[in-house]
């Protein structure tokens, strides 16, 4: 399981909730994850955190090595699963976020986008964003909704991860 998504948009902090305690590091600085990440989970499956798109205080050299090294592990690494793409519904859809869903589809790996820090919107504010998503996206399946501050959507992340591991 892969999740990528711009700098600054929960990654880590998604993977700290899934795993129940604090492996991944979390910052306020957009940039900080800097390498391709792995965490073996139950002894059989990595969930790989993957360097953020964005603004991130790097070099252009250094940002374009995680683009040829992201570009790679998605359409080299065999095991792959899943990408999750994490998407802020409070911003608007960059162009990056379309780039990495049709990238992902053309590299014929399954997709889904959670929309992280649920927390921040109410509910009518939610379900708009997460329909303009869907659309910008060109989405088969709505997002999922995801907090990492409440835990909303845990079960449901889990239960799709839990989906394509025994697919």
Not at 94 to 100: F, G, I, T
């Amino acid at each position: 399981m892969a999740f990528a998504g711009r700098s600054n948009v929960g990654k880590s902090s998604l993977l700290n909730c899934l795993f129940g305690r604090r492996l991944a590091g979390v910052s306020k600085e957009p940039g900080k994850t800097r390498t391709i990440n792995y965490y073996l989970v139950n002894g059989r499956v990595f969930f790989v955190d993957l360097p953020g798109y964005g603004y991130a205080k790097v070099s252009r050299d250094e940002r374009a090595s995680w683009g040829e090294r992201i570009t790679a592990y998605l359409t080299g690494e065999g095991r792959l699963r899943l990408v999750v793409g994490l998407v802020d519904p409070r911003i608007p859809t960059s162009p990056r976020d379309v780039e990495l869903a049709t990238f992902v589809r053309a590299a014929g790996r399954p997709f889904t986008v959670v929309l992280t820090k649920a927390d921040k919107l109410g509910r009518g504010a939610l379900a708009q964003a997460a329909e303009r998503i869907q659309r910008e996206l060109g989405l088969a399946e709505p997002p999922l909704i995801f907090s990492a501050r409440s835990g909303e959507g845990r079960r449901q992340l889990l239960a799709a991860i839990a989906r394509m591991v025994a697919a």
